[in-house]
Every structure is written in C-alpha cells, then in structure tokens.
C-alpha cells in the first residue's frame, strides 16, 4: 500500500512525479513507462523528456499521451544532455518527491513506498538510492550507491554483478545516488540549485548528491525499493565517435565535481594526487598506443583550466551555503582504496562473468 499521511490513512498518497529522460530508446523505454504505470503507488505523475531522439521512439511515447492522463512528453529540440533535459523539467515539476529513472529500466510495483516513507519520518534526508539489480540476471547487482576515495575517485558500495545475497538489506547513507533509480526530495533538488548543465553526461548525479551534503541533506540507500536496470544499454546505442566524446565528460566533470565540492583544505591534499592519477593515465595509454585516450583525458583536464572563472563563481555559492566540514562529512562517505584498485576501474570495464544474458554486443 501506499505511504499515507494522518494515522487513518484516510488521505491520498503524496504526489510523486516520476522523470524519465530519453534519449534514441526504441525498444526500452515503452517497457520502462508501462512499467512505471503499473506501479501500486496511486498519486503518481509520469514526465518524459526526450532529447530529439531519431531512431523512432518518440512515436511509441506519444502513443501514451492521449491514453494515460497522469502521462505527458516534452521533446527538446537537441541533446543536450540528461542533467540539462532533468533541469528543464524540474523547473515544471510542483510534486514533493521526484523519482527519476533511466530509459532503460523497470520497477517493481511497490518500489516508491520506502523512499516516500523514509523522506516523509526524516526531512533530513534528501535523496534515496533504489536498489538497482540487473534486468537479466535479477539476483545481482547493479548499483547501490557510492562514496569518494581519499584520491578524489568514486568507489562503489558493492561490485556491479555482485550476487544480492540480502548483505545490503539495511538503510545505509552514501555519497550520492543514481538517476538510473533514484527518488529526490523536490525542495532540497531546488535549494542546491538543481544539476550543473556543464554536466553532459556522467558524474552529475555525484556533483548533485556531494552538494545535498554540504547543504546538510543526507543520501541513503532505501534496500526495498527495487528498480530492474538493463545495464550497458546506454553506451550500446551511442556511436563510436560519441562514446569517446561521453569518456571526455566523464573525466571532466570528476575534476570539476572536486574543484566545486572540497574544501581549500581538502582540495590541497586530494587535488594534486587526483590529477598527477590521471595524467598518468593519460600517458600509460599514450605508451600503448591508445591515442583517443590519451586525448579525451588531456582535454578534460585543459578544459577545467579553461573554465576556472565560471568553476570559481559555482565554487563560492556551494562553499557558501556549506553546513558541514569535510572532516566530518568524510567520516560518513570517505573509503580508503590502494591505488590498483583504480587502475582496474579506469582500464576496464567491470567484470559481469557469470551474470545471466549479459552480452558486450
């Protein structure tokens, strides 16, 4: 049943809007929004955003306007991203809580009543982590949420393919959690200023959960909201040119997400090691051979340098705003890794032997 306010239950369930951005998903996303629609949760409103696909799969979402009234589509005219095509329909959405959800994901039935209770008993609480599991092999892992490394990187709370044996069934807080399966407070969204649109793709999730900390929000990981992601569908449909374009956005938004959310001090200390990891990087690839590598790396960090004006003016409006020091925010989502740990994250992709469907075509 859905979450109810008053101790009768005698009123609606709180409206929730859920944001699906899109992006060329013919074949993925009418699953993911008949999905949704079935959902238990009763006071339920679907957006979609796509972002001017071509491959035809804004014709099967048009289909659901005129059959489904809690169900609209707005199309934008280019891609400019999923944090650009989420800020665009924020600035619309009036619900308390917003869920967002990749194109290429299904939920269990019951999976908003958690997120909805928890934010409701704990206004403290700024965004839900769902479980994600992969679509195929739906007893393993796809993510759950994660923390920062004492060198600036991300480290995942369990591997991708890590069997759920129920050793994560417990509320837990993280660093940030993924759109792929998320629910987000809409007050907390607007008073950190929504996602940073310099954010193309990837990392803006962790920017965005990183500064509800620093405004004294908390990110938590919700065990009994389960979302059924079709992992490395995404990366499949972009061309090989774009895909290396996506690798470039990655790497600039870690350095840029750092620069914004440390503190001076800790900026001293992580900064320096973070870049001397990835311009090493940068060259073990050049040593190898692997000249668009080498390049996107180089470029993201140039385009850091070039962009410290405007990276400067978001940094004092975060700092600002800030409630709690890193020493203290560190004891919470900080992990201490070995540096092998990183090499394996950023030469390959992560290992799904023995997951269940799972082919890299």
Same mark, same amino acid.
């Given at each position: 049943?859905?979450?109810?306010?008053?101790?009768?239950?005698?009123?609606?369930?709180?409206?929730?809007?859920?944001?699906?951005?899109?992006?060329?998903?013919?074949?993925?996303?009418?699953?993911?929004?008949?999905?949704?629609?079935?959902?238990?949760?009763?006071?339920?409103?679907?957006?979609?955003?796509?972002?001017?696909?071509?491959?035809?799969?804004?014709?099967?979402?048009?289909?659901?306007?005129?059959?489904?009234?809690?169900?609209?589509?707005?199309?934008?005219?280019?891609?400019?991203?999923?944090?650009?095509?989420?800020?665009?329909?924020?600035?619309?959405?009036?619900?308390?809580?917003?869920?967002?959800?990749?194109?290429?994901?299904?939920?269990?039935?019951?999976?908003?009543?958690?997120?909805?209770?928890?934010?409701?008993?704990?206004?403290?609480?700024?965004?839900?982590?769902?479980?994600?599991?992969?679509?195929?092999?739906?007893?393993?892992?796809?993510?759950?949420?994660?923390?920062?490394?004492?060198?600036?990187?991300?480290?995942?709370?369990?591997?991708?393919?890590? +069997?759920?044996? $129920?050793?994560? !069934?417990?509320?837990?807080?993280? %660093?940030?959690?993924? #759109? @792929?399966?998320?629910? *987000?407070?809409?007050?907390?969204?607007?008073?950190?200023?929504?996602?940073?649109?310099?954010?193309?793709?990837?990392?803006?999730?962790?920017?965005?959960?990183?500064?509800?900390?620093?405004?004294?929000?908390?990110?938590?990981?919700?065990?009994?909201?389960?979302?059924?992601?079709?992992?490395?569908?995404?990366?499949?449909?972009?061309?090989?040119?774009?895909?290396?374009?996506? +690798?470039?956005? $990655?790497?600039? !938004?870690?350095?840029?997400?750092? %620069?914004?959310?440390? #503190? @001076?001090?800790?900026? *001293?200390?992580?900064?320096?090691?973070?870049?001397?990891?990835?311009?090493?990087?940068?060259?073990?690839?050049?040593?190898?051979?692997?000249?668009?590598?080498?390049?996107?790396?180089?470029?993201?960090?140039?385009?850091?340098?070039?962009?410290?004006?405007?990276?400067?003016?978001?940094?004092?409006?975060?700092?600002?705003?800030?409630?709690?020091?890193?020493?203290?925010?560190? +004891?919470?989502?900080?992990?201490?890794?070995?540096?092998?740990?990183?090499?394996?994250?950023?030469?390959?992709?992560?290992?799904?032997?023995?997951?269940?469907?799972?082919?890299?075509?």
């Amino acid at each position: 049943m859905d979450f109810k306010l008053g101790s009768r239950g005698m009123r609606k369930g709180i409206e929730v809007t859920v944001l699906i951005v899109n992006y060329n998903g013919l074949g993925v996303v009418e699953r993911c929004v008949r999905s949704v629609l079935s959902s238990s949760y009763s006071n339920l409103k679907v957006v979609v955003v796509d972002n001017n696909s071509s491959d035809g799969s804004l014709k099967v979402l048009k289909s659901f306007v005129n059959k489904h009234k809690n169900f609209s589509l707005t199309r934008l005219s280019e891609n400019l991203g999923p944090a650009y095509a989420r800020n665009f329909a924020m600035k619309k959405i009036k619900s308390k809580y917003v869920a967002f959800l990749d194109n290429d994901t299904l939920v269990k039935k019951d999976w908003l009543n958690e997120p909805i209770k928890r934010m409701e008993e704990d206004s403290s609480i700024g965004s839900c982590q769902c479980k994600l599991l992969i679509a195929y092999d739906r007893k393993r892992f796809d993510y759950i949420g994660d923390y920062v490394s004492q060198f600036g990187f991300l480290v995942q709370k369990c591997a991708t393919g890590e +069997k759920d044996e $129920g050793q994560y !069934n417990r509320e837990f807080e993280i %660093l940030s959690a993924k #759109s @792929a399966g998320m629910v *987000i407070r809409k007050e907390a969204f607007d008073k950190v200023g929504g996602f940073d649109d310099d954010y193309f793709i990837y990392v803006e999730e962790t920017d965005l959960g990183w500064r509800l900390w620093l405004y004294g929000y908390r990110n938590v990981f919700t065990p009994h909201s389960v979302v059924y992601h079709e992992y490395g569908t995404t990366a499949k449909r972009l061309p090989k040119e774009q895909n290396y374009r996506v +690798k470039f956005h $990655g790497t600039k !938004n870690y350095i840029l997400t750092l %620069l914004k959310c440390l #503190s @001076a001090t800790s900026m *001293i200390k992580i900064l320096p090691i973070h870049l001397f990891l990835w311009v090493s990087m940068a060259f073990w690839f050049l040593l190898n051979g692997n000249l668009r590598n080498f390049f996107y790396i180089m470029k993201a960090i140039l385009w850091n340098v070039a962009a410290l004006g405007s990276m400067f003016k978001k940094r004092a409006n975060i700092q600002k705003f800030r409630v709690i020091s890193d020493k203290e925010l560190f +004891k919470k989502i900080m992990v201490t890794k070995d540096l092998s740990y990183f090499y394996n994250k950023l030469v390959s992709s992560p290992s799904l032997k023995g997951v269940k469907g799972y082919s890299k075509s």
